[in-house]
């Protein structure tokens, strides 16, 4: 396999600093590493595998060098007028907006539970919303044994989601200094069930992402969903309370089985010992965490589970390096 040429698109922000992190940890093959970001970021260094790089203004001649894969954080705008005009000169782009999520033409992908739609690419793969992403680690396994039939989701979301903004209005919030530039309410000491502009139907973008991003992913339309997504004062990590409703009946035991051998989750449930998934446990990790897991007893086959992950990582960098290694098997000699 040969070492592929790789760019990074908004590499200063949080995601793009940690695609260089997860890169090094992962041992990423690449012959030669190119950073792009705004203009007003050109010049900076950033360091990868112990090598200094300088961060370059994104232009559209940027990608007329030999580029193979590029992998985008800079926003929907950048992602729709930039993906393109990459795509167009042989780079496949790999793209952390909602810019082409529900766009028919582009797979949207989550390596443990999509994988073969990477392979439908016509040069540029989605990476899901956050929260998505570890709800769909958490519901394949159960949906490819006993089909889902209906989904409730209840979203606890960290500032980190809103990007610098967010955990600025956090920590000086913390310290009594209130401040509203990524919220329209104090988040410290607070919960907000808002999380995006609101819709004509009363949902929020974010709670309507996860409806259409899951009938997406699980290629299944016919599976009823509902959401509320509530940002929370913390920090890394989402949280959500999920509850299911599948179309088999289930025992219990097979449940945890499945979680206890699915790809990319660490199953975190003993209530005798206090054990169930945190934020704290999850932060800067790259696993999705299952516990809480008890059935409903208010409907025929329900089922109840808590999903934590890292939503810098799983949620947006790591993910979207796991589609690039996917990538990697098509760039063969």
């Known amino acids: 396999m040969k070492n592929i040429n790789l760019a990074i698109v908004g590499a200063t922000g949080m995601v793009g600093r940690t695609f260089l992190k997860i890169l090094e940890e992962r041992d990423f093959p690449y012959e030669n590493l190119y950073l792009f970001a705004s203009e ?17 203004a994104l232009t559209e001649k940027s990608f007329d060098r030999d ?5 985008f954080s800079a926003g929907g705008e950048i992602s729709l007028k930039f993906s393109p005009i990459a795509a ?9 907006s909602s810019a082409f999520r529900m766009d028919p033409n ?4 989550v390596p443990e539970v999509n994988p073969k739609a990477i392979k439908e690419h016509n040069g540029i793969i989605a990476n899901p919303n956050c929260s998505t992403i570890q ?4 519901l394949k396994p159960i949906h490819e044994k006993y089909g889902i039939k209906r989904i409730v989701f209840s979203t606890y979301q960290s500032v980190s989601g809103s990007g610098v903004k967010g955990v600025s209005d ?21 919960c907000i069930p808002h999380i995006d502009v609101f819709m004509d139907n009363g949902y929020t973008k974010e709670e309507m992402k996860m409806i259409n991003e899951t009938h997406k992913i699980l290629e299944d339309d016919s599976i009823k969903i509902t959401a509320t997504a509530v940002r929370v004062p913390v920090y890394y990590a989402h949280s959500e309370s999920i509850n299911i409703e599948l179309k088999k009946s289930f025992e219990m035991d097979d449940i945890f089985k499945i979680y206890a051998s699915a790809e990319g989750v660490k199953l975190v449930d003993d209530v005798s010992k206090n054990l169930y ?3 704290t446990m999850a932060e800067n990790t790259n696993e999705v965490y299952i516990g809480r897991i008890r059935r409903d007893f208010s409907v ?6 808590w999903v934590v992950a890292d939503n810098i990582r799983k949620g947006a960098a790591t993910n979207t390096v796991q589609i690039a290694e996917r990538l990697l098997e098509t760039f063969q000699h």
Do not use: F, W
């Open 277 to 279: 998934p945190l934020a």
């Open 135 to 138: 709800a769909m680690v958490a």
């Open 67 to 71: 580029i193979d894969i590029a992998l």
């Open 300 to 305: 025929e086959h329900g089922l109840n589970m």
């Open 170 to 190: 956090l920590e000086e919030g913390l310290k009594g200094n209130v401040q509203n530039k990524a919220y329209p309410h104090p988040i410290a000491n607070n």
């Open 106 to 109: 582009v797979p949207l992908v």
């Open 40 to 56: 007003r970021s050109a010049g900076k260094k950033l360091i990868c595998k112990g090598t200094e790089y300088t961060v370059e």
């Open 88 to 96: 167009e000169n042989g780079v496949v782009v790999v793209d952390n």
